[in-house]
């Protein structure tokens, strides 16, 4: 896209990008939502959003309780990862997100957390909140501090990383919450940003977290520096 309002192409479930495209908008951009969309890369970045499990065979596994995947879904948002990742356009993956640029830059996950972990994780219904420690020098430390509060919403988690990507944020329990790329504009975080702004209250008192909670427009606005930049 030329100079102006910053586009940003979505990737996620059918009916279920709304909240995305409200970030996005939020920040102060231009969303372009569609499932299974072809790469366009007229667009200034990539948003690959949340969803269910991938194909575990993506990454050399046989299913060790994976939920089924959506196969066209993995095909397509790979593309569109590669388009982008080859063009150098910044990327953020959210949930389901990072763990394709994981598995996408040849990392590989845990497929179902031990219960123990999984009750720290994921709910039967709506999010469950955790504190993340973001690791100093990394870009999560810099918007939110040493530590904070996120929602909850994965019963996976990465295990391997990919190829140059680093962990920026892990879960009390280990579990890694943020990666980003050690030479590309690209960044992934395990919990929900747009769910997570400040205009809408973060979470219901009786989820109140002891940490500062994370205001998700801040990621969604460094994210689109990133897109409107040169560099």
């Not at 969803?51 to 060790?64: K, V």
């Not at 994780?121 to 955790?130: F, M, N, Q, S």
């Not at 890694?176 to 790329?181: M, Q, R, S, T, W």
Request: with cysteine.
């Amino acid at each position: 896209m030329t100079a102006g309002p910053v586009y940003l192409q979505i990737s996620g479930a059918a009916g279920r990008m709304d909240n995305y495209c409200a970030a996005v908008r939020g920040a102060g951009g231009e969303p372009l939502a569609g499932c299974c969309p072809a790469p366009d890369l007229r667009c200034d970045g990539l948003v690959l959003c949340g969803g269910g499990d991938l194909e575990s065979t993506l990454y050399g596994q046989e299913n060790r309780g994976s939920h089924p995947p959506d196969r066209e879904r993995d095909r397509a948002e790979l593309a569109l990862f590669r388009a982008f990742y080859g063009a150098g356009r910044p990327i953020l993956g959210i949930c389901r997100g990072m763990q394709l640029i994981n598995v996408a830059l040849g990392g590989d996950l845990i497929q179902d957390l031990p219960p123990e972990q999984r009750a720290l994780h994921t709910a039967p219904e709506g999010d469950l909140v955790h504190t993340v420690r973001a690791r100093p020098g990394g870009l999560l430390h810099d918007l939110y501090g040493p530590s904070f509060s996120v929602n909850s919403a994965h019963h996976q988690a990465i295990d391997k990383t990919g190829r140059e990507l680093r962990i920026v944020q892990t879960a009390d329990d280990g579990i890694i919450e943020g990666i980003a790329h050690d030479k590309l504009p690209i960044l992934g975080v395990q919990w929900h940003p747009e769910r997570q702004f400040s205009s809408q209250g973060y979470f219901p008192a009786a989820h109140a977290p002891a940490d500062e909670p994370a205001d998700g427009r801040l990621l969604f606005s460094y994210f689109l520096s990133l897109c409107s930049s040169d560099a």
